[in-house]
């Protein structure tokens, strides 16, 4: 069984932390806060736990480590984890800016190691069945897609909308259409902290001529977690708030019909929701992480989709710097 040492047991870290115990032997655990080393140790009495993050790298018979400690620990503790030769499963996003996934992608390629950013909606079932539908054809040629993710908290201090939900989002669009945006355009407002906003528009224009939108904020009213495809036969939306209908596809479309010749309707057929399994998304994509600890990174895909993804947030970042 792959042994796995885990960084991080905080809000979320709790949660990678039990799917790893449950997939793996989870051989070490380490948080620098001191009441959650000692839950740790009771909770699992035969993992070794620390504080010390460089601890867990000096053990020879761990295979791979886990981190999901705040976003700008991410980069020196998965350089630290790769240089020590261990694979590295790391939270989103791995690096703050371009330059350091760079370096951390070249370091994975250079010494053969697993480099996953924890692009978690990646493998959600239901997003699965999107991509589905778009690599299948069925929505036709698709124009644009745009992401919801608003909601009232939670408020982050270390991050702001576009680092803390952005990702995920960006992750899901740039999988989706395969291409680098060759236009990232991003205007937000930081109401709460000073330079950290709270509320984040982001626009995309790719090479094929396919645009996006994302609208990140902790300050809505609504709770939305939603992805909107819309291709010239059909248009299809995930909505993660949902509990059964999770994927909607709409046999919506604009018509050009031969006697109306230039003049265009619009067309509605059936809407429907296909059948989307309940699996935990999170254990399908720590399943993932660890059959390629197991089998071998291959071309280094998940390291190098996760490069594009800080590529375009350190693009939008900048934009933002200089819209703000
Ligand atoms: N995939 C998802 O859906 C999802 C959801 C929420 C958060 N996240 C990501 O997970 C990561 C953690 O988020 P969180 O909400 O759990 O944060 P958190 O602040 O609640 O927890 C972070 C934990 O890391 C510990 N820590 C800090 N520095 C450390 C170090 N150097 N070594 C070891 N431990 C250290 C802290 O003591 C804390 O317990 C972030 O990268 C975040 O973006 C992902």
């Known amino acids: ?34 009441e959650l080393q000692a839950q740790y140790a009771a909770r699992y009495p035969q993992a070794r736990v620390t504080g010390v993050f460089g601890d867990l790298l000096t053990d020879d018979t761990v295979d791979a480590v886990v981190i999901a400690t705040p976003v700008p620990t991410h980069h020196a503790l998965a350089k630290q984890a790769l240089e020590a030769g261990k694979h590295v499963f790391v939270e989103k ?74 990702v995920h989002d960006l992750s899901v669009i740039l999988w989706l259409l395969g291409e680098e945006p060759s236009e990232a355009v991003a205007h937000g407002m930081d109401y709460l902290q000073d330079g950290i906003e709270d509320v ?29 495809v819309v291709g010239r036969e059909k248009m299809v939306v995930f909505d993660d708030m949902e509990l059964e209908r999770k994927v909607t596809v709409y046999e919506k479309a604009p018509w050009e019909p031969a006697e109306t010749y230039g003049e265009w309707r619009t067309r509605t057929g059936d809407i429907y929701s296909p059948k989307i399994s309940t699996d935990e998304p999170l254990k399908l994509e720590l399943q993932h992480f660890l059959r390629l600890v197991v089998d071998g990174p291959g071309d ?25």
């Open 200 to 228: 984040v528009f982001c626009f995309l224009r790719f090479p094929s001529g396919k645009v996006a939108h994302m609208h990140l904020s902790w300050l809505d009213p609504h709770k939305m977690r939603k992805m909107t």
């Open 1 to 34: 069984m792959t042994r796995v040492a885990h960084a991080g047991v905080g809000g979320w870290g709790r949660n990678v932390a039990r799917v790893v115990g449950e997939l793996a032997d989870l051989a070490w655990i380490c948080d620098t806060d001191e």
């Open 300 to 324: 280094h895909r998940e390291a190098r989709d996760g490069l594009a993804v800080v590529r375009t947030l350190d693009r939008l970042s900048e934009s933002l710097r200089s819209t703000s």
């Open 93 to 166: 996003p791995p690096a703050m800016r371009g330059a350091e996934m760079e370096e951390l992608v070249a370091l994975a390629e250079q010494h053969d190691l697993v480099l996953m950013p924890g692009h978690l909606l990646l493998y959600h079932p239901g997003l699965r069945k999107v991509k589905e539908l778009v690599d299948g054809g069925e929505l036709g040629e698709v124009a644009c897609v745009y992401g919801n993710r608003q909601n009232l908290g939670v408020i982050r201090s270390n991050e702001n909308a576009l680092l803390s939900l952005g």
